[in-house]
């Protein structure tokens, strides 16, 4: 979460949506046996075959693929959305089922030409495969649409695959109906707390999606090869199986792994915070912002994170230089004393790992343990509390767990561990960092979401929110409150002062109505929550820097009403 200078995306899309379905005066449709799969190529076992794509932008793949041996991945650029069309014969005044299955950036899924009614849809960031879905009738003389893919201008690449048209057969010639997949293999243990089990299975070729079972019981289904088993009882033993699917049927169920859950104990925050807490980020850097020692920072803050440590040249693994040139002369000794007299009055100073440009991969567990260990080692040299996960790059969920946990073990129950992720990560429980989050919830201290730099983002309520406003605040951490996080576990990010950040800063007086808002249903804009959560943890600010460039307004506002709150 970087000054301007080290952060300048803003993110701009529109939502689009279209779908209609015309019954009135059709023929009879065709028996759903009739139907079939009208697309060709469709899951780009061909290359690009049949497949047209804006600007070059489109090629095929190896990896990540959702089934088969290939899929699409489609680069926009500034001028570019990356759009993949192929044109599909069909039957006039004839009902389709168009689908597809996307990984990565902004995808979009649609239909031109249909005679009737166009459609579309479409999804944010996905970290796993996540199947779009719509409908659209063929006009009276249509015989043939135009399907297609897109991503958004500039934004991340997205990956595409199984795309189907499914419907009456249109005479176009489209791929052979699947076969049922084969078993899974592979099926192990990923992790444990008192309430959840992680699971991991190898890949099925020609799967779609699979089924998890829990003592013979069918407990969840996801397209990915991976899984998180919530809601389950204390120090309890369980058996779980799981199955492949496709639409030819589902296989026979997996091998069983028996996995016991943890002994009970109480979901976050860990260590002696108080029951509402501030964050904020100090620089260890000089960017125009207020040079600061810690013993400079308010005692407003509860929570000081250091940003940033250092990416190495040993994968995952971090390391942390104080930058003593650009801090006026600030030598470690003094800031090592800093931290310790920080602690001495009650506040916890941990390490951020990330902003924009911190680009550590923890992607296997070999670089799982090099992030623990490397990690573990500046709370000790330096003597910080705990460790905040800032990686605004992407993060693998299985890894990035078995990471946490492994610091965890070392670190033991004091741990601070906080994450600050940006609107977009936390849109869904699909996405990587909000995956992470409830795989560590049990270990996890505070998410202070980045409510910045963002652009327009949908709420709980599915309605769309500009940044910048209560509304914004408040709807989107509604997604988190409801999502599975505990309201403990929910704080607000915001920049200290117009200069904090590109875009979306709002004053602390709306900060305190969005605070007010959550705990006491209070102060509210036009979104109102349905319910109210006083155990809400607090708010979040970069940084302590600019914070005090702008006489400490901020944290002389927010601080004391955060302190406040029931």
């Known amino acids: 979460m970087p000054a ?3 952060r300048g995306r803003a993110r701009a899309w529109s939502v689009t949506a279209a779908l209609a379905l015309a019954v009135a005066g059709l023929a009879t449709a065709p028996a759903a046996a009739a139907d079939v799969n009208n697309a060709r190529n469709a899951g780009f076992e061909s290359g690009l075959s049949d497949w047209t794509c804006s600007a070059g932008s489109g090629t095929t793949v190896s990896s990540p693929v959702h089934g088969g041996s290939a899929a699409l991945k489609a680069v926009p650029a500034g001028q ?5 069309t192929q044109s599909v014969a069909v039957k006039p005044n004839s009902t389709y089922t168009l689908s597809a299955w996307v990984q990565g950036g902004y995808a979009y899924l649609g239909a031109t030409g249909t005679g ?7 999804t944010p960031d996905s970290a796993s495969w996540k199947q779009l879905s719509t409908t659209f009738t063929t006009g009276a003389g249509t015989t043939s649409v135009t399907v297609y893919t897109h991503g958004w201008y500039g934004q991340a690449a997205y990956f595409a695959d199984d795309v189907q048209v499914q419907g009456p057969d249109g005479g176009g010639g489209g791929d052979p109906a699947p076969t049922r997949p084969g078993t899974p293999g592979g099926l192990a243990v990923s992790g444990t707390t008192s309430s959840s089990v992680s699971l991991a299975w190898n890949t099925v070729s020609g799967a779609t999606g699979y089924t998890v079972y829990r003592n013979g019981t069918k407990v969840t289904g996801v397209s990915g090869t991976s899984a998180t088993i919530g809601g389950l009882a204390a120090s309890t033993s369980y058996s779980f199986q799981v199955t492949a699917t496709n639409s030819a049927g589902e296989s026979a169920k997996s091998a069983a792994v028996n996995a016991t859950t943890a002994s009970g104990g109480g979901t976050g925050p860990r260590g002696d915070l108080p ?5 904020g980020y100090w620089q260890n850097f000089n960017n125009g912002a207020a040079v600061q020692r810690i013993s400079d920072v308010p005692a407003a803050y509860d929570i000081i994170a250091v940003a940033f440590a250092d990416a190495t040249s040993t994968p995952g693994a971090v390391s942390f230089s104080l930058d003593s040139a650009g801090l006026n002369g600030y030598t470690a000794d003094q800031f090592k004393a800093d931290i310790r007299a920080k602690q001495a009055a009650g506040k ?7 902003g924009e440009r911190g680009t550590v991969a923890v992607s296997d567990t070999a670089s799982a343990n090099n992030f623990a260990n490397s990690v573990y080692s500046l709370m000790q040299t330096y003597g910080f509390d705990g460790v905040d996960i800032d990686l605004e790059n992407g993060l693998n969920p299985a890894y990035m767990t078995q990471a946490l946990r492994s610091l965890s073990s070392k670190a033991g129950s004091s741990l601070i561990l906080t994450m600050a992720p940006q609107t977009i990560d936390m849109q869904s429980t699909s996405g990587s960092y909000f995956q992470t989050a409830l795989n560590v919830k049990d270990i996890l201290t505070v998410v202070n979401m980045q409510y910045y730099n963002s652009g327009s983002m949908l709420g709980c309520d599915g309605k769309v929110y500009s940044q910048g406003s209560v509304d914004f605040l408040t709807a989107l951490a509604c997604i988190q409150l409801e999502g599975g996080l505990a309201p403990s576990q929910v704080g607000i990010g915001v920049p200290a002062s117009t200069r904090g950040a590109s875009s979306g800063y709002v004053a602390p007086s709306v900060v305190n109505d969005a605070l007010d808002c959550l705990a006491r249903g209070t102060g509210c804009g036009s979104f109102r929550p349905a319910r109210t959560y006083p155990d809400l943890r607090g708010a979040m600010t970069w940084s302590t820097n600019w914070d005090a460039t702008a006489g400490n307004a901020w944290s002389g506002a927010v601080g004391p009403h955060v302190h406040g709150l029931p």
């Open 4 to 6: 301007p200078s080290r």
């Open 348 to 354: 916890k100073v941990i390490i951020s790992i990330g």
């Open 116 to 122: 009737t009614t166009d459609v579309s849809t479409w």
């Open 80 to 84: 570019d959305n990356a759009r993949c």
């Open 275 to 279: 029951r509402h807490a501030v964050t």
